[in-house]
């Protein structure tokens, strides 16, 4: 069984600060991750995803996740907040190793409610 | 390219009765998910369709929930009779199949569900 631990439910960051958002992961396969936000009465969107590639991942609006094998992580770090960023992120761990049709499910945390402040 | 839409956005019956949701994926995309997030919780896995087929319903609550997808477009997820617990946002998602162990799954709005 996989799942998805977020540290902290809601963060508080000020604007042109570093942005920290934890997550750890368990799973009995070679784990692929995903980090997704969501903005006020939208759908989620992708942020960036780790599939076994680079473990330094790059993603969209400045965002980059390391996957550590060895402490089980895969933070989501943004070197510099914008008010732009203020949303709810969720990071997710696919179940690929049950892949038929090409499905993979996902097993989300429970999401980190991001604040920036001027 | 139209993202996928959910209908309604907002939803609120009292308990016993019956409310569906729809889902109408990306064109083209043969996989579609239904997830739930209950307030306050992690968004949960629900039922994932390929084409018109239930590839796994693992996660369907219980069988008040029934969900299909005639002709392998668009789905329905019907909840009769809504109870309480039923409350929360409901997402679809669609993904493409590519032939490789990672397909990028899209995401819809949600349809927020109350039930008094």
């Known amino acids: 069984a996989q799942s998805v631990t977020q540290l902290g439910s809601h963060v508080s960051v000020s604007e042109g600060a570093l942005v920290l958002l934890r997550c750890n992961y368990s799973?009995?396969?070679?784990?692929?991750l995903f980090w997704y936000v969501q903005y006020p009465n939208q759908g989620l969107q992708l942020l960036l995803k780790?599939?076994?590639?680079a473990t330094l991942v790059k993603g969209i609006n400045g965002f980059e996740a390391e996957f550590k094998k060895s402490e089980t992580s895969f933070h989501l770090t943004k070197p510099s907040a914008h008010m732009s960023d203020a949303a709810e992120y969720f990071c997710?761990?696919?179940?690929?190793?049950?892949w038929g049709g090409g499905g993979n499910k996902l097993t989300f945390g429970t999401g980190t409610q991001l604040k920036v402040e001027l | 390219e139209a993202g996928v839409t959910q209908f309604p956005s907002h939803s609120v019956i009292e308990k016993g009765q019956t409310v569906t949701l729809r889902c109408d994926p990306i064109?083209?995309?043969?996989?579609l998910y239904w997830y739930r997030r209950v307030m306050g919780k992690e968004i949960k896995f629900l039922l994932h369709?390929?084409?018109?087929?239930?590839?796994?319903e693992s996660g369907m609550p219980n069988n008040r929930f029934l969900a299909e997808r005639t002709g392998g477009t668009y789905s329905t997820l019907k909840v009769q009779p809504a109870e309480l617990e039923d409350s929360g946002v409901y997402f679809c998602?669609?993904?493409?199949?590519?032939?490789?162990?990672?397909?990028?799954?899209?995401f819809g709005p949600g349809t927020r569900l109350t039930v008094l």
């Open positions: 998602a669609s993904s493409q199949d590519t032939g490789t162990l990672y397909n990028e799954q899209f």
């Open positions: 064109s083209g995309h043969d996989n």
């Open positions: 369709f390929v084409k018109e087929s239930k590839q796994d």
């Open positions: 799973s009995s396969v070679p784990p692929y």
């Open positions: 780790y599939t076994s590639a």
């Open positions: 997710a761990v696919s179940d690929h190793s049950a």
